[in-house]
């Protein structure tokens, strides 16, 4: 792992995962671009419709004030789990919609 992911994850690890666990979610990092890093939020905040208000409002904001040297912007890559693909294959298969 880099310097700057470690710098990174010590953020997270402090300043946003202790608000995201409270409400049952979690935060992964999925890669830094340039000055953009690229988050996963999973659990609860997983698809949820204030994800974009969080990524907005905690986690770029505490990850931009303490390392603006290494992070303008934070994007917030929303996508299904695999898990929960099945689940829904599941129930339409087994409920015959």
Same mark, same amino acid.
């Given at each position: 792992?880099?310097? =700057? ?16 666990? =409270? ?15 690229? +988050? ?5 905040? =997983? ?32 996508? +299904? ?17």
């Amino acid at each position: 792992m880099s310097e =700057a992911l470690k710098k990174i994850e010590t953020v997270l690890e402090e300043k946003v995962r202790p608000s995201l666990r =409270a409400h049952g979610g979690e935060i992964q990092v999925d890669r830094l671009e340039g000055k953009t890093l690229y +988050v996963k939020l999973l659990g609860q905040c =997983a698809g949820c419709p204030s994800a974009d208000l969080t990524n907005e409002t905690l986690v770029e904001a505490e990850v931009v004030k303490a390392l603006p040297e290494l992070v303008e912007r934070v994007v917030a890559i929303q996508d +299904v789990s695999d898990e929960l693909w099945e689940q829904a294959k599941r129930l339409l298969r087994d409920h015959h919609l």
